[in-house]
C-alpha cells in the first residue's frame, strides 16, 4: 500500500462521511479511525488477493468502516 492508496482510502472516508445526515456526519476524529479501520482490512484483504477494487464491487466499505467506529463510539 503507497501513499496514493491512503489519500484515496482518506478520499472515501470523506465521501461517504458527506453522505450522512447532519446529525449522523462523523466527526473528525472518527472519520480517522474508519480511514485506519478500512485501511487496515485492505491490508490484511491483500494477503489473500483481494483489492480495494474489489471491496468497491462487494459493498459500501468506507460506509460501513465509519458505522463500525460510530457503533464502537456509542457502546463505550
Known amino acids: 500500500m503507497n501513499q496514493s492508496d491512503l489519500d484515496n482510502i482518506g478520499h472515501r472516508i470523506g465521501a461517504a462521511a458527506a453522505q450522512f445526515a ?3 456526519r462523523p466527526t473528525p476524529g472518527q472519520m480517522a479511525d ?9 491490508r490484511g484483504a491483500e494477503q489473500h488477493g483481494v483489492t480495494l477494487a474489489q471491496f468497491d464491487a462487494v ?4 460506509r460501513l468502516a465509519i458505522q ?3 457503533d464502537r463510539d456509542n457502546h463505550q
Open 34 to 42: 474508519a480511514a485506519s479501520v478500512l485501511r487496515d482490512m485492505v
Open 68 to 70: 463500525l467506529v460510530q
Open 22 to 24: 447532519p446529525e449522523f
Open 59 to 62: 459493498a459500501d466499505f468506507p
